[in-house]
């Protein structure tokens, strides 16, 4: 992707840590750990710090770039958003029907991480009442 182009039309400012934490998190397949972000720069060439990456992090997160995920004990991965896709959910009452965004991302990159199985495939089924049925 064009990240320079990327970031300018959402008011992101360019630099060159932010263009290589991105080139880094496009050509992954599994999340990543800042700190192993860390050592992907050093590994290219990129002088860039720690606490660099965390701010960036934190900014592509606020602007929904990208994903954190939760691994416990403090311990984060960090990827890129993937093309978003919703579900819907029907009440069973009075048939109103309510789109929400897809959570299995998540469980995806928990997956990857902690016993590196990939998701081909999901099919996601719930069924409840909506808040005004509810009454």
Same mark, same amino acid.
């Given at each position: %992707?064009?990240?320079? !182009?990327? $970031? &300018?039309? @959402?008011?992101?400012?360019?630099?060159?840590?932010? =263009?290589?934490?991105? @080139?880094?998190?496009? !050509? =992954?397949?599994?999340?990543?750990?800042?700190? !192993? $972000?860390?050592?992907?720069?050093?590994?290219? +060439? =990129?002088?860039?710090?720690?606490?660099?990456?965390?701010?960036?992090?934190e900014l592509f997160e606020e602007k929904n770039i990208i994903n954190k995920v939760s691994l416990g004990e403090g311990h984060f991965i960090y990827s890129l958003k993937k093309n978003k896709h919703n579900h819907?959910?029907?009440?069973?009452?009075? /048939? &109103?029907? =309510?789109?929400?965004? #897809?959570? %299995?991302? /998540?469980?995806?990159? $928990?997956?990857?991480?902690?016993? +590196?199985?990939?998701?081909?495939?999901?099919?996601?089924? %719930?069924?409840?009442?909506?808040?005004? #049925?509810?009454?």
């Open positions: %992707m064009e990240w320079n !182009n990327y $970031l &300018k039309k @959402n008011e992101i400012k360019i630099t060159k840590a932010r =263009i290589a934490l991105l @080139n880094i998190l496009e !050509n =992954i397949t599994k999340g990543i750990s800042a700190e !192993n $972000l860390y050592e992907e720069c050093k590994n290219q +060439g =990129i002088n860039v710090n720690l606490s660099t990456i965390y701010r960036g992090l819907t959910v029907e009440c069973d009452i009075c /048939h &109103k029907e =309510i789109a929400f965004p #897809c959570p %299995m991302q /998540h469980i995806e990159e $928990l997956l990857k991480a902690q016993v +590196g199985f990939t998701l081909k495939e999901h099919k996601l089924e %719930m069924k409840g009442v909506c808040e005004d #049925c509810k009454e």
